[in-house]
């Protein structure tokens, strides 16, 4: 009858895996929590954090935070960084296209056989040229 109460036990490696792996779940918990307090503090003070470093911060608060406050902030901060990113982007294509047109312009008035002097008509072709650009620039 001993022998087979013994055949049914747990040999010790199933129970050395069971309490390594119990021991892991909670160690996982705690280094879970330690990084959303760390992401929740650069949240709530992002100075000297790098678009990245908060984004990154942001992005893993939001998946494993909670839905408090500091959820709303880490989604006000995404947004903010999205916007400097499309004005950058935005910028940088009004540069090209302002580069673009003043090179078509110049291409033109050497076309016509104008010269640049000539160019120069008065204050009325000047203003019109600085409307254009600023036209330019706001697109």
């Known amino acids: 009858m001993t022998a087979h109460n013994l ?12 309490i390594v792996r ?3 779940a909670e160690n996982d918990a705690e280094e879970r929590q330690a990084s959303v307090e760390r992401a929740r503090r650069i949240i709530r003070k992002p ?9 990154t911060a942001c992005g893993f608060y939001m998946t494993h935070g909670d839905r408090g406050p500091d959820y709303l902030l ?6 903010a960084i999205n916007k400097r990113q499309q ?27 104008t010269a640049w ?5 008065g204050a009325a072709t000047r203003a019109a040229q600085e409307k254009q650009l600023r036209i330019m620039l706001a697109e």
């Open 7 to 18: 055949a049914f036990l747990p040999d010790m490696s199933a129970r050395m895996s069971r």
């Open 22 to 24: 119990n021991a892991k």
């Open 47 to 55: 100075n000297g954090y790098t678009d990245g470093q908060l984004r």
């Open 74 to 79: 880490a989604d006000q901060h995404l947004f």
């Open 87 to 113: 004005i950058a982007r935005n910028r940088a294509k009004a540069a090209a296209r302002v580069a673009a047109g003043a090179a078509a312009w110049a291409a033109a008035r050497a076309a016509a056989g």
């Open 117 to 121: 002097a000539a160019a120069d008509a």
